[in-house]
């Protein structure tokens, strides 16, 4: 498995922007995909965007899609989450998981999570 470690989150302004990290231990990260999931306070985890292992194939949530951007760096074992024109209601706790296999969109099948990073957006 490999530890993930996200940054990045804060505050900002309705209709501001933030770019969140991950950052992975392990050599093998490479083989890894990488999904974003975020979870509101009262609310379940619910799927951002995913990554392929390559960066190849991404997939977002209807939600973020032509404002969310997910990009990956396995030369520095990061995986990002660039966010441009946020919303309120995207106000969350963002997590990062990383698994190996089947590329997919579903939290329960993936096995290394990271602690999570705050991100609030007023309006």
């Known amino acids: 498995q490999v530890q993930l470690v996200e940054s990045g989150g804060g505050l900002v302004q309705a209709g501001g922007s933030l770019r969140l990290s991950c950052a992975a231990s392990?050599?093998?990260?490479?083989?890894?995909?990488v999904g974003w999931f975020r979870q509101a306070p009262g609310k379940e985890r619910e799927f951002v965007a995913s990554i392929s292992w390559s960066g190849a194939m991404t997939f977002y949530a209807d939600s973020v899609k032509g404002r969310f951007t997910i990009s990956r760096d396995n030369a520095k074992n990061t995986v990002y989450l660039q966010m441009n024109s946020l919303k309120p209601e995207d106000t969350a706790v963002y997590y990062c998981a990383a698994r190996m296999g089947i590329f997919s969109y579903i939290a329960t099948e993936y096995s290394s999570w990271g602690q999570g990073t705050q991100v609030t957006v007023s309006s």
């Open positions: 392990g050599r093998t990260f490479r083989r890894y995909h």
